[in-house]
């Protein structure tokens, strides 16, 4: 029998025109999806928890400012705890909680276009989609002040009264719409606008927002560094999975993806490196611009701006394609060469997976040994020290998987760290090191050092955002692609990696469209291997 899915409501979750965050409606809302999870996994139907946009799909069609619902509910369900799980959705939909019925809460709240994100609900907003961010920072390091003009380019996707960016720290100092001065407000990390005249659906609008001060980081859901992080000489200003907004404001979530032009000056002992092509450098007495354009979509935490004193090397991969590398003098004698490496790895994957997404490449070295993580940046990953060559191959990896074909909402993290997790295992089998099979039976067999806590949650299904890193999605999503590349074969195995990067290029997808894509590449239900490997947390007793 095919796949059961959890019941849950199909909801954009957005500072919308109608309520603003925070508000009881909103809180309310949370709430009641909040108990109904927490139900499901409670069922011990090891699916439900997962997924919160499958069964039950609320279908909101505008008709003379009203809004019709129809609820489908033709899912067959499998067992009896899944059919009492449809019978409580049914009795919260119509019901009354004291607050209103969720079909009220879903009127009042859920018109934007954004999924529901229950791992980091209060990122992102609704009822606009950003098409290009075009920013303009200056910076000095000596006393960390950063001057910044972010002009928004945005198509409303409702009628808009209001609407609200995410930033958190800095002053804003002024804010237009369409050259029209805006009011706005900011609560919390929300930066709300209330434009002169209400911005008509369908209709492309610019804000331009002028802000300034001493950019903050942030510790982030599992503990560690991000945002605007000070270096021994500079900066590094890296976003996964909310750092972003305390360097621009934006819609701070993966499922809006725009283009990027950034232009940052600095002084000009310094260099400026950021995603894509440098276009130019300007200097001007004692500060130099550089201007750099990301031509392609990327999610708001992929952007990335580093500063410092840096090695610049500049190459073109065995097709042409422009690879610029920022070594810190001090990690300059690494394990590997990686302004050699670089090219040698992006042609190896672009045999795999795929051509290569982005019209550049490179990476950034740093040294912030004590921050403890790389990141796959766009177009330039960024390794706080030198790294070996498993995590260049694991970061380049991921401009396929997670920069290119990102994970609709974060619960879909496996999707970018364990399809690059796997890139590792691939790249030893392929480099004289342990086989795919060798590295998957230490994992199953706990020997492999990074293999403690992958049974703790099922690798599609974190429980908190805090956990949202932790190796259930690295390890565990790896090892359910080595079961799937066996069951289906190698062949198959790479014409459905393939088929993914191509199919969802510069988009944004999720695990049940990998997993359809699966079985129709291989003409096979795959439901067990998914419920065994991808949407269980216990330890096979066997494996195959």
Known sequence: MKRVYAMALCLALSACDTKTPGDPVRESHHRLLEQFR?????????????????????????????????????LPARSAKAKELAELFRTWWDGDDGDGTVRDLVLLDARGTRVDDHLFPALGNGGYDVAHYAL?????????????????????????????????????????????????????????FTPARPIGKGKTFKTTVRYGGEPRMLTASDGGDEGW???????????????????????????????????????????????????????????????????EPMASHAATVVTGVFDISTSTTDDGLPVYTAVDPDEADGPVDVPDLVPEVVDWASDRFGPYPFSSTGAVVDHLPDLGYALETQTKPYFEEAPDARLVVHELAHQWFGNSVTPRAWQDMWLSEGFATYAEWLWDEEHGHRSAQETFDSFYDGTHPESEGIWDFPAADPPT????????????????????????????????????TREHRHGNADTEQFIALCEKESGQDLSDLFETWLFSADRPDAIG
């Not at 927490?38 to 039950?56: F, G, I, N, P, V």
């Not at 198509?155 to 002053?171: E, P, Y």
């Not at 976003?239 to 819609?251: C, D, I, L």
């Open 465 to 500: 955002a805090t956990r949202v890193s932790d190796p259930p999605v690295y390890g565990k999503g790896a090892m359910t692609l080595h079961q799937l590349r066996k069951a289906v074969g190698e062949d198959t195995f790479f014409a459905v990696l393939r088929t993914w």
């Open 229 to 295: 992080i000070e270096t021994d000489d500079g900066v590094a200003a890296l976003g996964q999975p909310t750092g972003s907004m305390t360097w621009f404001p934006g819609n701070h979530h993966p499922s809006d993806k725009a283009t990027y032009d950034i232009d940052v000056t600095v002084p000009s002992e310094y260099t400026a490196v950021s995603n894509g092509t440098l276009r130019e450098t300007r200097q001007r007495g004692e500060r130099t611009t550089f201007r750099w354009r990301n031509p």
């Open 136 to 192: 303009t920072l200056d910076y000095t390091p000596d006393g960390n002040h950063l001057t910044g003009t972010a002009v928004i380019t945005a198509r409303a996707t409702q009628d808009l009264s209001r609407f609200s960016l995410d930033f958190a720290g800095l002053r804003v100092r002024h804010a237009d719409i369409d050259g029209s001065d805006a009011r706005f407000s900011r609560k919390n990390n929300k930066l709300t």
């Open 38 to 74: 927490s139900w499901a996994r409670d069922t011990d139907e090891s699916r439900t928890a997962r997924h919160a946009q499958a069964l039950y799909t609320v279908q909101l069609a505008d008709s003379d400012d009203a809004y019709d619902v129809e609820l489908k509910t033709d």
